[in-house]
């Protein structure tokens, strides 16, 4: 509803108001509308001020239950006599020294790591690397290319034409900007098993096709909440962007085919024949790299990402089912062909890790048979000496574990997700 | 720095009210140009402190914001969490930790770590029955 305004609009003529009853009633509803708008503000200041402490003290609490979270499933893998990948602050490129030589690994050889998708890496040539997506200006704002492009396909009856649809603009998903975020909300009278099922269509820039993409990262938005059945690419030269082109999966190798562990982990939609589905449910933050060299007769020129979302809110008797992409990007990322990095393990309190039994690494896009050529590993254990030595030593409380990550042959670089240890 | 987490008396929380003073005038008689000024004056003060208080309202919005979805305008790489307020905390019997804000696409991360590695030990348990 529309607030009243008191000022009211006057039409004086022949040189000006002149009565002056007039003109005090005008100042007067001048001040009515000053008082309506500062105690509008005393109550907006006052709201927003408790909305930011709310809001930012159950965030830090929240956050705090996550980790204690952690802490219990670390205790729980202790008494597994197993250690896995917790946090950023296990990573470190300078572990101290072995024999009096310096382990510290020297910048250009060093891992990338990221802390939303999760993955350790190839060291990045960042001056090398670039989006196709994401563009900006001299004066490092961002822009929306004219170039970009894409379609959403409604696949089911209630994401359908006709449907009631709240949406924003799927280029968005592109802004590096907190409050742009690509939303496509379905409004239905009566709400469905199936959810609200769709197709999202993205072009590889025509002027970008040859630069070979090699990465794609997508947030889906609501974050946890919207599932990704599919993710699959064409090489048609000049895609619709409809069932009409030619899709195939990105996870075409059917990588960790039917393994549990592996959902969420490789792209959705390239399992044959399996028992599990791959449909990545709730989905968090996802990254993956596409090994450019299988492509290299014929570029990738687009994406096809199939969403659902089963979830829904109620409001004034409607359901609402939300979903899109808080952030999408797809990258010409170039690597190092090797690089290193140290993780830091400490033993569960009042233990010792005497030994460390077995290091296993978890590489998704790289099949199994070939993990030892993309990954190896060695074992320091710190000495009394204030030393670290491969040998192990009578009980330690920390054990560090150096891996080396490596390009393949058909350039597809490993993404490391977590690092199983095995200890007694 | 400002507080975040509790209210403090402070003269910019008093109630405001306007500035505005109005001056009665009466075309046929006394006009004095010095009150009618003044009237004018006070007027635009009292638009130009709205106009404030709704920036200030928008860069606090902000700066919420931007504290929970930070992941883009800062580095990504080995920024797990922002030290912002002049603050900290205790949870439990844990020392004191300052007050770390996490970005929200971090928790979701971390979140689906956390139900990677139960699905791990799940299927870890299973082959063990």
């Given amino acids: 509803m529309t607030e009243p305004i008191y000022t009211q609009r006057r039409t004086a003529q022949y040189s000006g108001n002149h009565s002056s009853t007039e003109y005090n009633k ?4 001048n001040y009515q509308d000053l008082v309506y708008l500062y105690n509008k503000y005393n109550v907006i200041d006052t709201k927003l001020d408790q909305m930011f402490s709310r809001v930012m003290t159950d965030h830090i609490f929240l956050s705090n239950a996550v980790k204690d979270s952690m802490d219990r499933l670390k205790a729980l893998e202790a008494t597994e006599k197993m250690m896995s990948l917790y946090s950023y602050s296990q990573l470190t490129y300078n572990p101290g ?6 382990l510290a690994v020297p910048a250009s050889e060093q891992l990338t790591f990221n802390s939303i998708y999760n993955y350790v890496t190839l060291p990045i040539v960042s001056n090398a690397s670039f989006s196709v997506l994401k563009m ?22 209630i994401d359908a034409p006709g449907a009631l649809i709240d949406t924003t603009a799927p280029y968005y998903s592109l802004y590096d900007r907190y409050d742009r975020v690509w939303k496509r909300s379905v409004i239905v009278d009566n709400p469905s098993e199936t959810g609200a099922l769709m197709y999202f269509y993205v072009r590889v820039p025509a002027n970008a096709v040859d630069k ?3 990465s794609i990262h997508l947030s889906p938005y609501p974050l946890n909440s919207v599932d990704i059945l599919s993710i699959h690419y064409t ?19 059917a990588l960790y085919n039917d393994d549990l562990s592996a959902v969420g982990q490789v792209p959705p939609g390239g399992w044959v024949n399996a028992v599990n589905s791959d449909i990545i449910v709730n989905s968090a933050p996802l990254c993956f790299n596409v090994a450019s060299l299988q492509f290299e007769n014929k570029p990738i020129t687009g994406f096809r990402i199939g969403m659902r979302q089963k979830n829904y809110i109620r409001e004034n008797n409607k359901y609402v089912y939300t979903y899109g992409l808080s952030d999408l990007d797809i990258r010409v990322n170039k690597y190092l062909n090797t690089g290193r990095i140290y993780f830091r393990f400490s033993a569960p309190e009042n233990q010792l890790i005497f030994r460390v039994n077995s290091v296993t690494p978890k590489i998704y896009n790289v099949p199994l048979s070939l993990t030892e050529l993309a990954f190896s590993n060695r074992v320091l254990y710190p000495t009394s000496a204030n030393d670290l030595s491969v040998i192990p030593q009578s009980g330690s409380s920390t054990v560090f574990i150096e891996i080396t990550l490596n390009k393949l042959q058909d350039d597809t670089v490993p993404l490391l997700s977590d690092l199983i ?3 007694e | 720095m400002n507080n975040y987490f509790y209210s403090q008396y402070d003269n910019s929380k008093n109630i405001v009210q306007p500035h505005l003073q109005r001056v009665r005038q009466r075309y046929r008689g006394y006009r004095d140009s010095g009150k009618d000024n003044l009237e004018s004056h006070q007027f635009i003060l009292d638009v130009s402190i709205l106009l404030k208080k709704i920036n200030d309202f928008e860069n606090l919005m902000s700066q919420m ?20 307020f002049n603050a900290s905390y205790k949870m439990y019997s844990n020392p004191e930790n300052r007050v770390l804000i996490e970005d929200i696409l971090e928790l979701s991360s971390t979140l689906n770590r956390i139900s990677n590695k139960i699905k791990l030990l799940e299927n870890q348990e299973s082959q063990n029955d």
């Fill in chain 1, 26 to 29: 005008r100042v007067e509803e």
């Fill in chain 1, 97 to 102: 020294s072995s024999n009096g030589l310096s």
């Fill in chain 2, 65 to 84: 914001a931007s504290l929970t979805y930070f992941h883009n305008s800062a580095s990504p790489y080995f920024v797990a969490a922002t030290p912002f």
């Fill in chain 1, 235 to 253: 090489q048609a030269t000049n895609p619709t962007l409809s069932s009409q082109d030619s899709w195939k999966a990105l996870n075409s190798d």
């Fill in chain 1, 421 to 423: 240890i095995s200890y």
């Fill in chain 1, 136 to 157: 900006y200006n001299s004066v490092g704002e961002q822009i929306i290319p004219s170039f970009f492009e894409t379609r959403v396909e409604p696949l089911n009856s």
């Fill in chain 1, 212 to 214: 070979k993409v090699n």
